[in-house]
């Protein structure tokens, strides 16, 4: 029955979204009558409503969809979607303020003497407009009403005009900022959590360990990821159309000639192509760039969009007036001056002291109010010209409020999905499927391909992507990143809109050409943009790294970059280092020999031990990175024979699981029977369970005899291979860590003497002064000498002074004999380390330079930028883990 009512959601999701009925309504309202019927039918059958569903039953599920209400509109983590009305809104203001057509007329006079200039423009302007909206009907709708005409008139190729025109809208789903991204993001990132714990199962069932090594573990996304992951690939794609309409134009020049424009390419011209071309682009490279560099998330980012598109709006809705532009010109002076505020005086209104402070403090206040007077001028311009703005607001809401309804009722309807065992079916059927993850994949995107006919991209990424984005991510042999599927996924959807006879920019592309454009024209010019689209999902597909690469980049040398000692970074950097020290081994190995001469005598006895034993550590790096290849050499040799093995054998084991758990579902059902027709139904199962019983025994025999011995031949490589690799890690940590410790501590010898006359002074407050405000002078003192490093020994001193001062018996005279031994200490330490700084510290600070960026790593705060770039390179191509598992 599970299954009739599972058959009946898809039925009533696929007539309704067929017969027209608005989506938001048809997916909740699929989701509602389906979970109903099936209550209703478990209640009057067996007097439970639970009785039809595999995982819970409609509590359960309205209990989901709670969650998810609450996920999307209350959840402070929650917050990518923020971003969308900020993007929206930014687009149609351009839109309607007529900047996107300014700029396609101004850029079709620029380029079209040139053959295929007129085309090249449209899939520029395209580029800029999905940069922009990401809104696919949107950009085909304007760029169809403003640029198809100029392109008949012109005698351009019909199927090369309308292709073009509606290869060029699609850009809006890949190329960023884009909601589809956005969604995706959203989407993928709660696909993550399901794919880790999936296998963490995995693993936990494999092997029998109870934690799996973080470096194991599903790489998660962000908006901001997908956008630069997306980033190459869009910009590609919009290349390679480019030189495709200049190739084509250059071979067949009829189809798209040369228009010559009729005025003078002066310096009037000039400025009309800098004001119709630098303040998009400004604005596209100010909202991408803060989200690269880090300055601002993606929201933030959304909202300087939004902003920036009234500030232009304004100015261009008042075009011809001589005081068009001082809104705009207060806005560039407001933020220029807010920027060198921040730069030159960094400012903390919480922390407001001098009198500079007070000063640039008001600056900066004036800034931001000259900017507020510039965003309310230009908003009441857009409002009172044309309604513009109150247009903008409801296409705003509009689209905001449909994205947003969609996403709750594709909640329900996954949750129904599930709760009547949906996705484990699809799972059962995904991973039953030859060719392991590959196989999975290629059919989950010939899905998504079919279905972008039917369904727009909000569905498909709500819907969609829920179900097989965390059995994607779960397999570990593929073990691809959340960006690099979601890119894919967007670059499948904008290929599926463009493809005859129902791709929707075809159908938005009809609706606004001319009778003269035949429909069969739309699609044969299509064609050779589908099969570019085409070949750049199997370049992206076999080449990870042009997604991976800048979001690995950006995370790596950015503000929170994690540390290199990171688990999920080691293979990548051991392979670096590994690199380096068959590059510069004889240096590496010449510095050792060196600090192993250095005189150490000046240094106090625990510091000569620990900087001997570093030394001698270090001498062992090379042989122990040795140790590792050899472990390495014998994996790969042992893994053509065993991989066929191994994977024969955990598709079985998959298998055995899912018996086993359809019988513990059957033996529940059987406990839980009631009812008349309660002894047949208990013969049926119990038939059932034998037949599935004898179905796990038939695969358990299907297991090669040899399994166990191989298995437990190559578990002991890759075991010896971790050892080698802990066993390496530890001693280059042990080999780095005193060398950087000593080195500081003596460098710090300035910084420390700078105490001197603080700590003398203590005694001549102790005994002129009330005890209180001696231990008081102490407290504050203390923080300030722990600040230096090596000082432990001397705060440590002076803090029982303070304590000999405090309590309820303040003891002076101890207090001063302590303070003799806390001064003792001091020129100790003080003593030595202006010893060390002459003799030792030069050589000390040479050779740590020397391993720093090799066996000193592992110890750094950050990876340096050199380093990041070849670390980035490697962890942007997917390793396969499944020989782990």
């Keep these: 029955m599970e299954l009739f ?98 700029l396609l007329v101004t850029m079709a006079q620029l380029f079209g003497p040139v053959r295929g200039g007129l085309g090249m423009s449209v899939v520029f302007v395209g580029a800029l407009l999905a940069a922009t909206t990401g809104i696919v009907g949107a950009t085909v709708v304007a760029m169809g009403l403003i640029s198809l005409p100029a392109m008949l008139r012109n005698n351009y190729s019909h199927p090369l005009a309308t292709g073009t025109i509606a290869a060029s809208g699609t850009l809006g789903q890949i190329i960023p ?161 807010i920027i ?72 329900m309807l996954t949750a129904a999905f599930r709760g009547f065992g949906g996705e484990e079916l699809v799972k059962d059927f995904l991973t039953g499927l030859p060719g392991g993850f590959w196989g999975q994949f290629v059919i989950v995107m010939a899905v998504i391909f079919v279905l972008g006919f039917f369904l727009d991209f909000i569905e498909i990424a709500v819907v969609v992507v829920p179900i097989v984005a965390p059995i994607l991510l779960a397999d570990p042999s593929a073990n691809v990143t959340a960006v690099w599927l979601g890119v894919m996924i967007g670059l499948n959807i904008q290929t599926s809109f463009l493809t ?56 790596l040398t950015g503000e929170t970059a994690p540390p290199p000692i990171n688990p999920k970074l080691q293979h990548c950097i051991e392979q670096y280092v590994f690199n380096q020290y068959t590059l510069r081994g004889t240096e590496i190995r010449s510095a050792i020999a060196q600090a192993r001469s250095l005189e150490l005598n000046t240094l106090p006895k625990k510091f000569q031990k620990s900087l001997k034993t570093s030394f001698e550590d270090a001498s062992k790096t090379f042989a122990l990175r040795d140790d590792i290849d050899k472990t390495v050499v014998a994996i790969d040799a042992a893994t053509p024979a065993y991989r066929p093995l191994h994977t024969q054998v955990r598709r ?18 059987l406990r839980q029977l009631t009812g008349a027709d309660a002894p047949e ?27 166990a011995e191989r298995h437990k031949t190559y578990s002991v490589l890759l075991k010896t291979e971790t050892k080698a690799r802990a066993v390496y890690r530890r001693t280059v940590d042990g080999a780095y860590e005193p060398v950087q410790t000593v080195t500081e501590i003596i460098a710090a010898a300035d910084q420390l003497a700078k105490f001197a006359s603080k700590i003398e002074g203590v005694r001549e407050i ?3 002064q009330d005890i209180t405000s001696a231990a008081e002078h102490i407290a504050a003192l203390l923080p300030e000498i722990g600040a230096v490093p090596g000082a432990r020994d001397v705060r ?55 391993i720093r960026g090799t066996i000193g790593l592992r110890k750094q705060s950050k990876l340096p930028a050199a380093q990041a770039v070849d670390v980035a390179a490697c962890l942007a191509n997917h390793r396969d883990i499944s020989l782990h598992f």
């Design 177 to 337: 900022p884009s909601i589809v991204l956005i969604i995706l993001a959203d989407q993928l990132a709660s696909a993550t959590d399901q794919a880790s714990t999936a296998r963490k199962a995995l693993y936990k069932a494999s092997t029998g360990e109870l934690s799996m090594p973080s470096a194991f573990d599903v790489t998660s996304t962000s908006a901001g990821e997908m956008f630069l992951g997306a980033l190459l690939p869009g910009l590609v794609l919009v290349g390679v159309y480019i030189v495709f309409i200049a190739i084509f134009a250059f071979l067949k020049p009829e189809v798209a000639p040369a228009i010559p424009f009729k005025g003078k390419y002066d310096a009037r011209f000039a400025g009309r192509v800098a004001m119709a071309l630098v303040p998009p682009l400004a604005l596209i490279f100010i909202v991408l760039g803060s989200i690269i560099m880090g300055i601002a998330t993606v929201n933030q980012a959304g909202a300087i969009g939004a902003a920036g598109a009234m500030i232009m709006g304004g100015y261009r809705l008042r075009e011809g007036h001589h005081r068009a532009f001082w809104p705009a010109i207060l806005a560039f002076l407001s933020v220029a001056v």
């Design 681 to 707: 139904r208990k013969v049926e199962m119990e038939t059932r369970l034998k037949y599935l019983k004898s179905k796990q025994e038939a695969l358990e025999a299907s297991i090669p005899s040899e399994w």
């Design 796 to 850: 440590s001193k002076l803090s029982k002074v303070r304590r000999a001062l405090r309590g309820r018996a303040p003891d002076k005279a101890k207090a001063l004999t302590l303070l003799d031994t806390a001064i003792k200490t001091y020129q100790e330490e003080l003593a030595w380390r202006r010893s060390a700084a002459g003799t030792t510290l030069g050589g000390l600070q040479t050779y740590e330079q020397a």
């Design 766 to 768: 102790i005994n002129t």
């Design 5 to 102: 009512f599972l058959f009946l959601l898809v039925v009533l999701m696929a007539g309704a979204l067929g017969s027209g009925y608005p989506v938001a309504f048809a997916l909740p309202g699929s989701a509602i009558i389906s979970v109903g019927l099936a209550a209703l039918t478990g209640w009057l059958l067996t007097g439970s409503p639970d009785a039809y569903f595999i995982q819970g039953g409609p509590s359960e599920w309205l209990s989901a969809g709670v969650t998810n209400f609450r996920g999307v509109y209350w959840e402070v983590e929650r917050d990518t979607l923020i971003a969308i009305p900020l993007f929206v809104f930014m687009g149609i203001m351009l839109q309607r303020s007529r900047i996107a057509e300014d």
């Design 340 to 411: 060198t505020t921040t730069q030159v005086h960094p400012i903390n209104i919480k922390n407001v002291v001098t009198t500079s402070d007070v000063t640039w403090l008001v600056i900066a206040v004036f800034a931001v109010i000259g900017l507020l007077i510039a965003l309310t001028w230009s908003g009441i311009r857009a409002y009172r010209i044309d309604d513009t703005l109150r247009g903008v607001m409801i296409e705003t809401a509009k689209t905001t409020s449909l994205v947003f309804i969609i996403l709750l009722g594709a909640a």
């Design 500 to 555: 005859p006879p129902f791709g929707f920019a075809l159908f938005y592309l009809r609706g606004v050409a001319p009778a003269a454009v035949k429909t069969i024209s739309m699609y044969k010019g299509v064609i050779a943009f589908i099969i570019m689209q085409l070949l750049a999902l199997v370049v992206v597909a076999y080449n990870p790294r042009l997604v991976n690469y800048l979001p690995t980049r950006l995370s």
């Design 652 to 669: 079985i084991e998959a298998a055995i699981l899912r018996l086993k758990t359809s019988q513990k579902d059957l033996q529940t059902d």
